[in-house]
């Protein structure tokens, strides 16, 4: 089918408003958030029903073409944006952003797949719940998306990631059919969990249309504390001795190097540091509770009060308002910004068992640093759940554009091994995209890879599914 006839045909399902195929139009939805990739597209198409997905999904099927679904494009690793030499349809579900029902009773909520993420926390609130799960890009990563990703975020630690919050989906499959699995059992033993299947699937198992999430009772009352510490190691012990003494109010536990709030302070206006002197490292601490926020207070205080006589942090302060709070969050969330601003950098989302992960971190620091001379490693992130975001940055002083080029690669194949010799995951909660398939194949053994080739081939024998992204096929001319 040559492409006037597609758009002719995409035009009668959408109509002229909900179909954009300019090069000015299209542009901003082509490169990733990170500007790594940029890709083409004949269209993108923004449907506003069920029936007009199915409708694109069986057009695509028909003329041999990639469907390439988008959400908030807040990936790290280029998945929701179209190869560099695609021909593929760009599909958006913003349109499809209701939030069709919340069930307090039954703890739940079901949102269309285009509905952002600070909308179903909304929505839940207004209903006495809520929904835990949380990341910076909240006013703009969409329910599909980070259903697509298995996104994780802040709260994986008492929560667990996108995967476990999500009780049923709703998705068109690639031959146009509608798999109705919105249901909210909490116990269904019908065979392959379908659900599962398509959570962290990248869009290439199906486009997914709508989601029943699970929601949580309030816990409006919070202590945000931050500590400074001498080690890692001390990190971890600062954690369990908190939920210890707080059980599972604890909700958060991040890790900040030093460098890394340095970074913050020197590129993102209006951040100022928590603790007065200098320290090697900084973790920020949120409890939560739906009952008494003094009791909490309390507890929280008494708690860092013992770490300190204790010797496990050497200074800590809790926010004395919402503000504060909300400004301590901020020097965590912002890392990102402060990095891309502060030039390019070798990014890498890694998991290592919990208990290894202090220890890795500084081997595998020192372990990059002397492989590279000059490379500067900041590594940060979630340590209640392993997650270690281990970037690493040209030398100071050089172009870092040029060693970026002639040295990223190698870099990252060194942190993959590093992380692979750890009994690790070279991808904890950013997926795979195209930006680690390569890494994916090169590292995943036979038998993961025969299955995961397996079912692509099953569920989508067309390959029209977001090409080359996830799954390394074996045989690149089964992609459209």
Same mark, same amino acid.
Do not use: C
């Given at each position: 089918?040559?492409?006037?006839?597609?758009?002719?045909?995409?035009?009668?399902?959408?109509?002229?408003?909900?179909?954009?195929?300019?090069?000015?139009?299209?542009?901003?939805?082509?490169?990733?958030?990170?500007?790594?990739?940029?890709?083409?597209?004949?269209?993108?198409?923004?449907?506003?029903?069920?029936?007009?997905?199915?409708?694109?999904?069986?057009?695509?099927?028909?003329?041999?073409?990639?469907?390439?679904?988008?959400?908030?494009?807040?990936?790290?690793?280029?998945?929701?944006?179209?190869?560099?030499?695609?021909?593929?349809?760009?599909?958006?579900?913003?349109?499809?952003?209701?939030?069709?029902?919340?069930?307090?009773?039954?703890?739940?909520?079901?949102?269309?797949?285009?509905?952002?993420?600070?909308?179903?926390?909304?929505?839940?609130?207004?209903?006495?719940?809520?929904?835990?799960?949380?990341?910076?890009?909240?006013?703009?990563?969409?329910?599909?998306?980070?259903?697509?990703?298995?996104?994780?975020?802040?709260?994986?630690?008492?929560?667990?990631?996108?995967?476990?919050?999500?009780?049923?989906?709703?998705?068109?499959?690639?031959?146009?059919?509608?798999?109705?699995?919105?249901?909210?059992?909490?116990?269904?033993?019908?065979?392959?969990?379908?659900?599962?299947?398509?959570?962290?699937?990248?869009?290439?198992?199906?486009?997914?249309?709508?989601?029943?999430?699970?929601?949580?009772?309030?816990?409006?009352?919070?202590?945000?504390? /931050?500590?400074?510490?001498?080690?890692?190691?001390?990190?971890?012990?600062?954690?369990?001795?908190?939920?210890?003494?707080?059980?599972?109010?604890?909700?958060?536990?991040?890790?900040?190097?030093?460098?890394?709030?340095?970074?913050?302070?020197?590129?993102?206006?209006?951040?100022?540091?928590?603790?007065?002197?200098?320290?090697? /490292?900084?973790?920020?601490?949120?409890?939560?509770?739906?009952?008494?926020?003094?009791?909490?207070?309390?507890?929280?205080?008494?708690?860092?009060?013992?770490?300190?006589?204790?010797?496990?942090?050497?200074?800590?302060?809790?926010?004395?308002?919402?503000?504060?709070?909300?400004?301590?969050?901020?020097?965590?969330?912002?890392?990102?910004?402060?990095?891309?601003?502060?030039?390019?950098?070798?990014?890498?989302?890694?998991?290592?068992?919990?208990?290894?992960?202090?220890?890795?971190?500084?081997?595998?620091?020192?372990?990059?640093?002397?492989?590279?001379?000059?490379?500067?490693?900041?590594?940060?992130?979630?340590?209640?759940?392993?997650?270690?975001?281990?970037?690493?940055?040209?030398?100071?002083?050089?172009?870092?554009?040029?060693?970026?080029?002639?040295?990223?690669?190698?870099?990252?194949?060194?942190?993959?091994?590093?992380?692979?010799?750890?009994?690790?995951?070279?991808?904890?909660?950013?997926?795979?995209?195209?930006?680690?398939?390569?890494?994916?194949?090169?590292?995943?053994?036979?038998?993961?890879?025969?299955?995961?080739?397996?079912?692509?081939?099953?569920?989508?024998?067309?390959?029209?599914?977001?090409?080359?992204?996830?799954?390394?096929?074996?045989?690149?001319?089964?992609?459209?």
């Amino acid at each position: 089918m040559d492409d006037r006839t597609i758009l002719e045909r995409l035009g009668a399902i959408l109509g002229a408003a909900a179909l954009a195929t300019t090069a000015d139009d299209l542009a901003p939805w082509l490169t990733d958030w990170r500007g790594r990739v940029t890709g083409s597209a004949l269209a993108l198409a923004s449907p506003g029903s069920v029936a007009e997905v199915q409708a694109i999904v069986r057009l695509a099927g028909e003329a041999g073409i990639a469907l390439v679904p988008q959400g908030g494009n807040t990936g790290m690793v280029a998945g929701g944006v179209p190869r560099p030499d695609d021909r593929a349809i760009l599909l958006s579900l913003r349109r499809m952003h209701a939030i069709r029902s919340v069930d307090p009773a039954d703890n739940s909520l079901t949102a269309e797949a285009g509905a952002i993420l600070s909308a179903v926390h909304a929505a839940a609130e207004e209903h006495g719940s809520r929904f835990p799960l949380s990341l910076g890009a909240k006013d703009s990563a969409t329910v599909g998306g980070l259903i697509a990703t298995n996104a994780g975020g802040t709260q994986v630690l008492r929560f667990g990631p996108m995967r476990a919050l999500t009780l049923g989906i709703e998705a068109v499959l690639p031959d146009g059919s509608l798999f109705d699995g919105l249901s909210t059992l909490r116990k269904d033993n019908r065979g392959y969990d379908l659900r599962q299947l398509l959570a962290g699937s990248e869009g290439t198992l199906g486009v997914i249309t709508a989601a029943s999430l699970k929601l949580v009772p309030a816990a409006p009352h919070r202590t945000v504390a /931050w500590a400074g510490l001498e080690s890692a190691e001390k990190a971890l012990a600062l954690l369990r001795a908190l939920e210890a003494a707080l059980g599972d109010a604890v909700e958060s536990f991040e890790l900040v190097p030093d460098a890394a709030l340095a970074l913050v302070l020197e590129h993102i206006p209006r951040t100022r540091a928590p603790l007065a002197g200098s320290h090697r /490292w900084h973790v920020l601490i949120e409890s939560r509770t739906a009952n008494s926020a003094d009791e909490l207070r309390a507890r929280s205080e008494a708690a860092l009060a013992k770490a300190l006589d204790d010797g496990l942090v050497a200074d800590a302060t809790i926010a004395e308002s919402e503000r504060q709070a909300a400004d301590f969050w901020k020097l965590r969330e912002v890392i990102s910004e402060a990095e891309r601003v502060d030039g390019m950098a070798a990014k890498h989302d890694v998991s290592v068992p919990v208990s290894a992960m202090p220890g890795f971190i500084e081997t595998a620091t020192a372990a990059v640093e002397r492989q590279f001379a000059g490379a500067r490693v900041i590594a940060f992130g979630h340590l209640g759940d392993g997650n270690v975001h281990f970037n690493v940055r040209a030398p100071a002083g050089s172009d870092d554009a040029a060693w970026f080029a002639e040295t990223g690669d190698a870099v990252s194949r060194f942190v993959h091994d590093l992380t692979r010799d750890a009994g690790g995951s070279l991808s904890a909660e950013h997926g795979i995209g195209q930006l680690k398939l390569a890494e994916f194949e090169r590292l995943a053994d036979p038998a993961r890879l025969a299955a995961l080739r397996a079912i692509k081939r099953a569920l989508d024998p067309r390959g029209i599914m977001n090409p080359g992204k996830l799954v390394p096929l074996a045989n690149p001319a089964e992609n459209p």
